[in-house]
């Protein structure tokens, strides 16, 4: 069965920093690996996806890494303002090829 | 553009009482999946759809059942309310030809 872990469980930094979010999962055999953010009690939003066959995924601040073989994803997030306080969760397919097992996510908050 | 419609947003139920989340997904997207978000924890998957036949399943209880409809939106039915189905209920939709889930703001149920 998947698990997935993230470390830190929260993070607390102030506005500038770049950080780092890492992803674990224990089956390697995956397809992709997504990355969402998500604020209290709202939905979630993607962020990043990147398929097994890829190493990493860039969208504007954000760079997310993929190392299949070690079971690993990390995100990176460059010159963190306080507008990107978030739950961040990292997600790969488990039961099926599509459904998702989520880990426990990065609680992050940016102080100004 | 159309993002995933959830409804109710809130939904108060007492105890053993029925209730109906109804998903409207992203136009042309033909998988539909639903999750449980419980306070504090990670989304867990219950039941996902593909052209209106369930296609994988999770932890879903026998007290709840779901169907997709022949215009793609879907219902999660759940009977005789427990405290502990109090949980942020989301639904996501896909494109089987792409493996990016989007999600819906989630339905807030309260069972008292």
């Known amino acids: 069965k998947q698990e997935v872990t993230q470390i830190p469980a929260a993070l607390s930094v102030p506005e500038g920093e770049n950080l780092v979010l890492n992803c674990s999962f224990t089956d390697s055999a995956i397809y992709n690996l997504q990355w969402f953010r998500q604020d209290p009690g709202k939905g979630l939003t993607s962020l990043l996806l990147?398929?097994?066959?890829?190493r990493e995924q860039t969208s504007g601040r954000l760079n997310a890494s993929l190392d299949k073989s070690s079971g690993r994803s990390t995100l990176y997030i460059a010159a963190s303002q306080p507008g990107d306080s978030a739950t961040y969760l990292c997600?790969?397919?488990?039961?099926?090829?599509?459904?998702?097992?989520f880990g426990s996510g990065t609680r992050l908050q940016v102080q100004p | 553009a159309a993002g995933v419609i959830q409804s109710p947003r809130h939904l108060i139920k007492e105890k053993r009482e029925t209730a109906t989340l109804k998903c409207y997904p992203i136009p042309r997207h033909d998988t539909v999946y639903w999750y449980q978000q419980g306070p504090g924890q990670d989304p867990q998957f219950l039941i996902s759809?593909?052209?209106?036949?369930?296609?994988d399943k999770g932890s879903i209880p026998d007290r709840f059942s779901a169907q997709q409809f022949s215009d793609y939106h879907s219902e999660l039915n759940m009977s005789s309310l427990e405290l502990g189905d109090s949980a942020l209920y989301f639904c996501?939709?896909?494109?089987?030809?792409?493996?990016?889930?989007?999600f819906g703001s989630g339905t807030q149920l309260s069972v008292l």
């Open positions: 759809f593909y052209e209106k036949m369930q296609s």
């Open positions: 990147i398929q097994s066959s890829q």
């Open positions: 996501a939709s896909s494109r089987r030809d792409n493996e990016k889930l989007f």
């Open positions: 997600a790969v397919p488990g039961t099926g090829r599509r459904a998702l097992t």
